[in-house]
């Protein structure tokens, strides 16, 4: 009978197991946000027809807590989905969107690690910076975790707070965060056991649109 040798080296694990999943807000109003201010931009007419798809993929879920940013745009991303579902929606700041403005093109090939920091200016202060991102994310998720241990979390959140958990999981640096696009409407996905271990399942799923993001990854970044 076979047997996998990775049975011999696989850390334990043990259940319950807690699913979070992470969804980045659908396409905002953008046309009103000088107007409104950043942090109450609605979603425009693209991102409520986002949310339609959205929505149906959510009411197959199963979720039993349901979290968004004090921000407009992920309470409307939201709200068709509480509404329909009956669900609670708690609001928590700290899921809400961390600045940052020092959006840079990375490099990858034919550049080792070294060439690639040297490359990037102010490679240490960006990578600080980011620390202090990857702290508030973590330190949240940790909350989220503990008050709902064997659930299933739904948060309605931000590219950078959700680019922020990802690396900081993965222990990446300030290139990895600038190598990396989460999509509006998306959904990624964490399970974490008893014990607080925590693995990726997948990122960024956009299957529920019809059709794929049609954004630039580029449009932010400063040559």
């Not at 011999?8 to 409104?36: G, N």
Request: charged residues 30%; proline residues 4%.
């Amino acid at each position: 009978m076979y047997k996998n040798p990775y049975v011999k080296i696989k850390p334990p694990i043990k259940k319950p197991y807690t699913e979070v999943f992470l969804v980045r807000h659908c396409h905002p109003d953008y046309t009103v946000e000088k107007k409104v201010g950043e942090y109450n931009m609605p979603l425009s007419r693209f991102g409520r027809e986002q949310r339609k798809h959205l929505t149906k993929r959510l009411l197959t879920m199963k979720l039993d807590s349901i979290y968004a940013s004090g921000l407009r745009r992920a309470q409307e991303t939201a709200a068709e989905y509480v509404r329909r579902s009956g669900k609670k929606l708690l609001i928590d700041q700290r899921l809400d969107e961390i600045d940052w403005t020092h959006w840079h093109k990375i490099k990858y090939f034919n550049m080792s690690e070294k060439t690639r920091k040297n490359k990037l200016k102010n490679h240490r202060l960006l990578d600080r910076e980011l620390d202090k991102m990857q702290v508030v994310a973590r330190r949240a998720l940790a909350d989220l975790f503990r008050d709902n241990r064997g659930k299933r979390i739904m948060i309605f959140s931000h590219g950078n707070f959700i680019k922020a958990l990802i690396t900081g999981i993965l222990n990446a640096d300030i290139i990895g965060f600038l190598s990396l696009e989460i999509f509006q409407s998306s959904i990624s996905k964490f399970i974490i056991d008893r014990n607080g271990y925590i693995k990726i399942s997948y990122i960024n799923d956009v299957g529920h649109l019809p059709l794929a993001p049609s954004e630039d990854a580029f449009i932010t970044l400063l040559d």
